[in-house]
């Protein structure tokens, strides 16, 4: 597997966090299926906010006399945890649960806002939204990926519509606003030069894995895990067939790919330098032959691995210049999300200064001088 980085240094539900629904607007398909059906869902699936009635649940906040309760933040915070979290202090968990609380209360102001202004979401686009996660799914496997987490198909419904309000709510009053000027991409680039210089040629490369080792942990959508070559063989080569029917890459990589960095992303592996591709005769030749938008057929790698390449695109070494129109756009890109997140974060702050707010929690930590043990 090559040593790659996807890190390109040019680019810059009320129960569903805030955070995610910004993450949301911008991903592909991979991360808007990564994002919903492991985090939306899982969290939804652990008690959404909406979902129960009130009963003897512990009041954590209050937002304009609605509640959010103990144990939707419960839930929250054990599916943000790693799976191989390390044991983390009472502190670092009374602090993260904080902030987890904090994001419900924002998402709950933008979600009244957006209702204030008469924000209207459309059955179509909720559709659109059901058919984008659905699509890698057979109606049988999304009715039971559903019926796992808890979820019917209107709970799902009523979530993508909360998501979308908050969506077009910040369309309206933040994006909408923001704007960068010629001179100050020209001034990021004379500040930033060295993030333009490529030491070495890179390539663009996506990849559909297939190890003929069994994973303990499958990180594709179909949970599909080739176990020795006879296995691995059969799988790629079904693969191959699919490509050449026409299949999207992207899409067989997130189903398929046994590569646990990639495969999420629909297999993107982002910029890897020529001299990473050098480390594996076959798969260096397989590069080299390609043109930028091809595939590269199967190709096996020295440990005995299988891949198929698509080279999304190439970049010689050298400076590159501000005429670039790639360069011009990742530095907008980079401006502009900075500057999002500034205003996006004032315009949070102005919502709570015309709210009437209630933090439980905070008053529990601020009583207990924030001691753990005494936060029940």
Not at 57 to 73: K, L, M, Q, S, T
Not at 149 to 155: F, K, P, R, S, V
């Amino acid at each position: 597997m090559f040593n790659s980085s996807k890190s390109d240094p040019q680019a810059g539900a009320s129960c569903h966090s805030f955070a995610a629904r910004n993450r949301l607007r911008s991903g592909s398909t991979g991360s808007l299926l990564r994002i919903i059906l492991v985090s939306f869902l899982t969290v939804l699936a652990a008690g959404g906010c909406r979902s129960r009635g009130a009963g003897k649940r512990e009041v954590w906040a209050e937002v304009n006399g609605h509640p959010i309760y103990r144990d939707d933040v419960e839930a929250y915070y054990r599916r943000r945890l790693p799976s191989a979290q390390e044991a983390i202090s009472g502190e670092q968990t009374l602090s993260l649960k904080l902030n987890i609380l904090n994001e419900l209360i924002d998402n709950e102001l933008a979600l009244e806002r957006a209702r204030k202004e008469q924000i209207v979401v459309s059955e179509a686009e909720i559709d659109h939204q059901v058919e984008t996660l659905s699509s890698p799914y057979s109606p049988e496997e999304f009715q039971k990926k559903l019926a796992d987490d808890g979820l019917t198909a209107a709970t799902l419904r009523d979530q993508i519509r909360q998501h979308l309000l908050v969506e077009k709510l910040l369309d309206r009053n933040v994006r909408s606003r923001l704007k960068i000027e010629p001179a100050e991409v020209e001034a990021y680039y004379r500040n930033h030069q060295t993030q333009f210089n490529i030491p070495e040629t890179r390539y663009h490369l996506a990849e559909i894995l297939v190890t003929t080792a069994r994973d303990p942990a499958v990180h594709n959508l179909r949970q599909s895990d080739a176990v020795g070559r006879a296995a691995a063989e059969r799988k790629v080569k079904m693969i191959e067939r699919e490509l050449h029917a026409g299949q999207d890459f992207g899409r067989l990589a997130e189903q398929y790919s046994e590569d646990p960095a990639t495969a999420a992303g629909g297999g993107d592996m982002g910029f890897v330098p020529a001299s990473s591709v050098a480390s594996d005769t076959r798969l260096r030749l397989a590069v080299n032959a390609m043109q930028v938008g091809e595939l590269s057929g199967v190709v096996r790698d020295d440990k005995g691995n299988y891949h198929i390449l698509k080279l999304l695109g190439r970049e010689d070494g050298g400076l590159r210049p501000l005429s670039d129109p790639s360069v011009q756009k990742s530095i907008r890109e980079a401006l502009l999300s900075e500057r999002e997140q500034v205003l996006k974060a004032a315009y949070l702050e102005d919502l709570r200064s015309t709210a009437k707010l209630k933090d439980e929690l905070a008053d529990h930590i601020v009583a207990a001088a924030g001691n753990p043990a005494s936060v029940n």
